[in-house]
């Protein structure tokens, strides 16, 4: 059966046509010149596409690099000094102060037995303040007083023992040696005497502490002790009273620098307080320093203000009325355009080439919102508003649009 199968099969294939295949028309070659120009085409298209593409990347690169720098750069607000009308009185504040002011230390150990002036009080130089008992200081006295007696009886008996060796010597009865111990003992003896009789001495000046006085005329501003309180001698401890002088106080005031060849000793000046308005008190300066301190660019000034009736009392504020006939420039600018630094205060001032300057200033007046300015800056200078600590000398700004000149008063 299979072998039927596979006879049909072969007489099935001789008779099957083979499948004809068409070949593609030959094509007349292109000429080489055509090919050479196409390639060089395909080539500078391809080269333009990449160099726009380059380019534009670059051009995106420097707007993105202009736009981040133009960000880095802070922007800041600005205003300009405003001038100052001219005024020819000066005002600088101060504090009254006692012309003199001493605590008063007990010298001597014991209790308070009592005291004669409270707070308030007006003493005069010499007045008896306070009483102190001083039991041990009284003991020691008594037993210093015995030891003196006892020193001045060994001198008597060495003195007429030192005389007597001195006679026999003359008889050869005794040796020389014991002679000059005789003598020796003497000195020795006086020598114990002075010691005591310095003791004493000691002692009686501690007893005379017991009593305290005011050392010059005041007033009693404080009082640290009651009656029965434990006194220790020194100044280590709490002082028992505080004595002001307060005719005359002292003023002292710190005086700009613009106006140090105006202050002269004896300059005739008026002091107020604002607790009694429309009252003034006329002053002298006393003294200055005499040097301008580096650190505030002022000299330190001294006014003394007589205070017979006492209606100034030491540590009020007050403020100095100065006349120096001085014309200086001066000009205000907010309190918030100030840099406190360990250089002293500052501005910052832009430049015409956008940069930041770093100014000194001195400061006259404190108006509350804006400063008087002696030195440092002009009307003409842009001084930032509210600058921030990063800030530094050379840094480039931004200047936000809109001058708030005048914005301040």
Do not use: C
């Not at 049909?8 to 292109?30: G, N, S």
């Not at 039991?135 to 030891?147: N, S």
């Not at 008190?281 to 200055?288: E, G, L, M």
């Not at 309190?335 to 956008?354: C, I, S, W, Y």
């Amino acid at each position: 059966m299979q072998e039927n199968e596979q006879r049909d099969y072969a007489e099935l294939e001789k008779h099957r046509t083979p499948p004809q295949v068409t070949p593609p028309p030959e094509l007349p070659a292109a000429p080489p010149r055509k090919a050479i120009i196409l390639v060089i085409l395909v080539v500078v298209v391809l080269l333009l596409s990449g160099a726009a593409s380059m380019f534009s990347r670059i051009r995106a690169g420097r707007a993105l690099a202009k736009e981040t720098d133009i960000d880095a750069v802070a922007t800041v607000v600005v205003t300009r000094p405003i001038a100052e009308k001219p005024n020819e009185e000066l005002i600088l504040p101060g504090s009254l102060q006692a012309y003199e002011e001493s605590p008063i230390y007990a010298r001597t150990n014991g209790y308070l037995l009592h005291w004669n002036r409270d707070i308030g009080s007006r003493v005069t130089k010499g007045e008896l303040l306070a009483a102190i008992d001083t039991p041990e200081v009284d003991q020691e006295l008594l037993q210093a007083r015995a030891a003196r007696q006892q020193a001045a009886a060994q001198l008597e008996l060495a003195r007429i023992s030192a005389e007597r060796y001195k006679n026999l010597r003359k008889t050869d009865a005794v040796s020389q040696q014991e002679t000059d111990t005789q003598t020796s003992g003497y000195q020795q003896a006086e020598a114990n005497l002075a010691a005591a009789d310095a003791n004493v001495r000691r002692l009686e000046e501690l007893e005379s502490f017991k009593h305290v006085y005011a050392p010059f005329t005041g007033v009693l501003t404080r009082r640290s002790v009651d009656p029965g309180a434990l006194i220790n001698a020194g100044g280590a401890g709490t002082p028992l009273f505080v004595i002001s002088r307060v005719d005359p106080l002292r003023v002292y005031v710190n005086v700009p620098q613009a106006y140090f060849p105006a202050i002269k000793v004896g300059m005739p000046t008026f002091v107020t307080v604002q607790e009694l308005p429309g009252q003034t008190f006329k002053a002298t300066v006393t003294r200055t320093a005499d040097a301008i301190d580096p650190a505030t660019r002022t000299l330190l000034t001294e006014v003394d203000v007589p205070n017979k009736d006492g209606r100034l009392l030491p540590g009020s504020f007050g403020e100095v009325h100065f006349a120096p006939k001085i014309d200086v420039d001066k000009v205000t600018v907010p309190v918030n355009a100030m840099l406190f630094r360990k250089e002293g205060p500052q501005v910052a001032v832009v430049g015409t080439d956008g940069k930041i300057q770093l100014r000194r200033i001195t400061i006259g007046r404190d108006y509350g919102t804006s400063l008087e300015v002696l030195e440092g800056v002009t009307t003409e200078d842009r001084i930032i508003i509210n600058p921030s600590d990063s800030l530094e000398e050379g840094q480039k700004v931004n200047v936000a649009a809109g001058d708030q000149a005048g914005a301040h008063s």
